[in-house]
């Protein structure tokens, strides 16, 4: 029988999802070369041993404000949906259309496991901030399983929500406590299940996903959260 996938071990795929020369993430090895995109998308594949078969995951990187002349600031404005009218119809526009190809992009990885995995095999995505709001879209829109990690409310994605009530894949999100981006629940929502992270961290330490790895690792402040399975009651 195949052990569950800690909490802890999704954290440390999606800090190894930011940095392009993670090829091994403690058991796990990444399958090909990360994918990095124009759009600002970046993700890939890691997969380990598990009971008889392997674990899949993939795991994409969250806002990076200096990479590609800001296109994943772009992204994150689409998770607003229309409201982002309210700014602009230009930032609207490309803040869906950006965010809809880093999606795609996403989905790509997703089908690209899917083809070579064997029987046995378990597929999971995860991200970070903006990444674990692509994430819980792919999980929605794809069934596949997912852990999201200080990432935003997306139901104001067009389709997503009924994606999600359509396919009932399993998804939880790891809020942490005064983290800025759970502002974006004014606007939208998040999918399946929220597990709050009470840390103590305030401003952008408390959206740090290495301080939150940190936090749940055998020594942190929260390693028995750092420890349980994401989707057990």
């Known amino acids: ?17 930011y940095d392009i020369q993670a090829s091994a993430v403690g058991a796990y090895a990444r399958f090909g070369e990360t994918d990095q995109r124009m759009s600002g998308f970046q993700g890939a594949i890691y997969r380990a041993a598990n009971g008889g ?13 200096t990479d590609t002349g800001g296109a994943d600031l772009v992204a994150d404005a689409g998770f607003g949906g229309g409201l982002s009218t309210i700014v602009s119809p230009l930032v609207a526009l490309a803040g869906t259309a950006v965010l809809w190809h880093q999606i795609a992009c996403a989905e790509d990885l997703v089908r690209n496991a899917r083809a070579v995995m064997g029987r046995g095999d378990r597929l999971y995505i995860t991200g ?4 674990g709001g692509i994430a819980q879209c792919v999980a ?7 852990v999201g990690i200080s990432a935003p409310a997306v139901t104001r994605v067009t389709g997503v929500e009924s994606a999600y009530l359509r396919n009932r894949p399993r998804i939880t999100c790891l809020k942490v406590r005064n983290d800025p981006i759970n502002h974006t629940g004014m606007v939208g929502n998040w999918l399946g299940r929220v597990v709050p992270l009470e840390s103590p961290r305030t401003g952008g330490d408390a959206h740090s996903i290495d301080q939150t790895l940190a936090e749940l690792k055998p020594a942190g402040s929260f390693s028995t959260l750092g420890a349980r399975d994401p989707f057990a009651a």
Do not use: E
């Open 53 to 65: 078969g392997l674990d899949w995951v993939v795991a994409v990187a969250g806002t990076q404000p």
């Open 128 to 131: 970070h901030s903006l990444g």
């Open 1 to 17: 029988m195949p052990a569950f996938i800690p909490f802890r071990s999704f954290a440390a795929l999606c800090v190894a999802a």
């Open 140 to 146: 929605a829109r794809m069934g596949v399983d997912a």
